[in-house]
């Protein structure tokens, strides 16, 4: 062989390999966790009441005790949301700030929770509640997934959180949208199963850079917290998101008005309507 054929050769078998690698790159960035078939029963073919059983004129609030109550009662899964006081309190609500459901123009960890607890959740009598009020209202009747909210005290929440639920005898996940909180469960908490939330690229609306925005939507962070399951919004899902799935990953939606939402998916998380406790029995 002569040395310009071997040359010609060699930088063909590298080029080769480089188009190898970068083929499998997309499925190393997304591939999720492994999940073993006891970790996922509870969860697959089942409806989750989102913020709990709340009520589209908000005379029962979202992520209020009475919603949890009445998910629990009508034997519905449940899905919250956990982030912290300013005194480090575990406590359930959504947004960041309190305008939209307690009518005060602050942020939730600029407050201490006796400061919160004073606070009427959408002009009803039901107040802002700790995590571990939820767990014990609801009691273990369903599944739980908890989404812990990002924010600039994440391993506080992350510890926090995970020491609550260790003591709570029902079953129970958890998901969030900042892969970096999925990881910390990976990382310290390998007995609950953990989900990645995500959504279309313009959700994110300027949260974070746009270069960002398109890893999160197409799950390319998944090598950090290898999730076991993704949450994602319900419409178009990124042909990335689809791999992640048929790599192995429990396919749950978000937020779900109707029955539709059910079909090609292993949970779902609804609100307004009264769907089945149970769509699909786990094979």
């Not at 409806?47 to 009475?66: I, K, T, W, Y």
């Not at 850079?209 to 917290?225: D, E, Q």
């Not at 919004?233 to 939606?253: D, K, N, Q, T």
Request: charged residues 25%; hydrophobic residues 40%; aromatic residues 10%.
């Amino acid at each position: 062989m002569n040395k310009s054929l071997s040359q010609k050769l060699k930088r063909t078998a590298i080029l080769g390999g480089l188009g190898i690698a970068a083929a499998g790159l997309p499925v190393f960035l997304a591939a999720p966790g492994a999940a073993t078939k006891r970790q996922r029963a509870p969860f697959l073919g089942r409806n989750f009441a989102h913020r709990g059983l709340h009520s589209e004129d908000r005379s029962v609030p979202e992520n209020s005790l009475e919603a949890f109550r009445l998910a629990g009662r009508a034997g519905y899964g449940a899905e919250l949301d956990v982030q912290l006081t300013k005194d480090g309190q575990v406590v359930v609500f959504h947004d960041a700030t309190l305008d939209r459901v307690c009518g005060v123009h602050a942020r939730v960890d600029e407050k201490s929770y006796d400061e919160l607890r004073l606070l009427s959740l959408c002009g009803t009598n039901q107040r802002i509640p700790l995590l571990t009020e939820v767990l014990e209202v609801y009691a273990g009747r369903g599944p739980l997934i908890v989404e812990l909210k990002d924010g600039t005290r994440n391993r506080e929440l992350c510890e926090k959180t995970y020491a609550i639920l260790s003591d709570y005898p029902g079953e129970v996940c958890i998901e969030s949208f900042n892969p970096k909180i999925v990881r910390w469960f990976r990382l310290h908490a390998k007995d609950l199963v953990r989900g990645q939330l995500a959504t279309v690229t313009w959700d994110y609306d300027g949260s974070v850079s746009r270069k960002t925005a398109f890893m999160l939507s197409h799950c390319f962070f998944n090598f950090l917290g290898r999730p076991q399951f993704i949450a994602y919004r319900i419409g178009h899902r990124p042909l990335s998101v689809r791999l992640a799935e048929a790599l192995g990953a429990m396919r749950f939606g978000w937020t779900a008005h109707n029955e539709r939402a059910e079909r090609g998916r292993d949970g779902v998380i609804f609100e307004f309507y009264r769907p089945q406790r149970v769509f699909r029995h786990p094979g």
